[in-house]
Each structure stands twice: as C-alpha cells, then as structure tokens.
C-alpha cells in the first residue's frame, strides 16, 4: 500500500499565508510596499557574491512577489520578508521546492548588511519553524551554499543543520562553479 503524504495535499494553501512572530521579528508574506527594500537589498555585494538571480528593478521585484504569492497559491514554496521591531526589512527567508508526499523542502535567506550579525538569520532565517501542522509537516528541510561562504555555514549549523557533505561543482556562480555544502535539519518526532 502506497504510503500516505506526509503533508495533506491542499492543507497549507487552504489557509491564506500566515505571518510568523519570531521573538522581536515578524517574519510576513512580501508586500508591494517592499519593493525599494527588496532591490535595495541586491545592490549588497554580499548577496550579490551568493544570489545569481538577481531584480534588476522594482517592476521585477514585483514580479518575484506575485510569483511568491502563486509558489503558497499551488504549494510550491512560502516565501517570507523578515521585518523588524519598526518595520523595516531586515531579510528573507523562503521554504521553496515542496515535497509533500516526503516533506521536503529547501531554505533560502539573506539578512541586510545593516541587520547583519545580530542574529537575525539565526532567529528569523533557518531556524524558522514552518507553518503547519505536526510542527510544521515537513520532516525535512534542507539548505546549500558555497563551500566558500562560511557565514552561511554559521548560520545553517548554528540553526540545527548538520553539514551531510559537498555537491561538488554544483552550482554557477559570477566566478564560475561552487562546490556546495548540503546542510539538513530533519524534524524530531
Ligand atoms: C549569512 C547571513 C544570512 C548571516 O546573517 P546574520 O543575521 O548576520 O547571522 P546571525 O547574526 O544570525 O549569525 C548566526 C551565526 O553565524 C555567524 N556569522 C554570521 N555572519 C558571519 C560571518 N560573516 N563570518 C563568520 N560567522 C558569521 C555568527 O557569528 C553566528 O554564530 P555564533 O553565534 O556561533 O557566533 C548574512 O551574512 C547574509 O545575508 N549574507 C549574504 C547572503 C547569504 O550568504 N545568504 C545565504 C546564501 S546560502
């Protein structure tokens, strides 16, 4: 007999996409509002060095938010701004790629120079507990990065994601290939 879904098909996209307090941080779905910030963000060369895909202008930075509406719509990924005490955006965070006959799913995040090493990431990024039933469904959320930037690899292990090993040549950079760490955090039950 086939095994049933971990996560009931349609049970997250049921419910509109929920906000997430998390300490002094509330983690909420982008808004059109968030554009500036958001290309903003980009111009960092940071998030340049680790992000390919880049807005090249608010119109596409809208783009990517209606995208972000569809990907929770047909529960293919949530995808959340990080705003602080007064509201700023201080970083993103976003479960992408959904498996929810396995509960899979992939993290991704960046933090604002301007919010960086303030343990930003480790509350409101990686860390995260997903929405959704039985602490959130998804029993295993995974995350990659550069083997060369180890502030992610702070972060991801800081954040309960042990390191399993190295893609190597797995992804294209500015600079050409990256061997990438995989880092996995698999749900208590
Ligand atoms: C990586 C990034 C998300 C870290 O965000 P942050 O909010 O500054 O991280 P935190 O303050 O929560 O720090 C979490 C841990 O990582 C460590 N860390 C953070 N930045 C670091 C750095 N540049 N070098 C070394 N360690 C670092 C912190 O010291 C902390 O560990 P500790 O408590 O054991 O000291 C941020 O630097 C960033 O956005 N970088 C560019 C984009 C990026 O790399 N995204 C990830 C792509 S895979």
Known sequence: MT????????????????????????????????????LSAY???????????????????LEWFDTYRRDWA????????????????????????WDFDDGL?????WV?????RRGVAARG??????PGPGRGGFHRLALDHSTHNHASCRVALKS??????TKRSAAVHDDGRHDMHLHARIREV
């Open 3 to 38: 095994p049933p879904p971990v996560i009931a098909p349609g049970s997250l996209a049921a419910r509109p996409q929920p906000a997430l307090p998390c300490d002094d941080l509330l983690l909420r779905p982008w808004e059109a509002g968030d554009a500036p910030a958001f």
């Open 43 to 61: 111009q960092d060369e940071t998030i340049r060095r680790w992000h390919t895909r880049r807005p090249s202008c608010e119109a596409d930075a």
């Open 74 to 97: 047909t529960e293919r990924g949530g995808h959340w701004a990080v705003e602080g005490v007064t509201g700023e955006v201080l970083g993103r965070i976003a479960l992408r790629g």
């Open 105 to 109: 799913a992939d993290v991704a995040y």
């Open 112 to 116: 604002v120079p301007a919010a960086r």
């Open 125 to 130: 990024g990686p860390g995260l507990s997903p």
């Open 160 to 165: 309960g994601y042990d390191l399993e090993g």
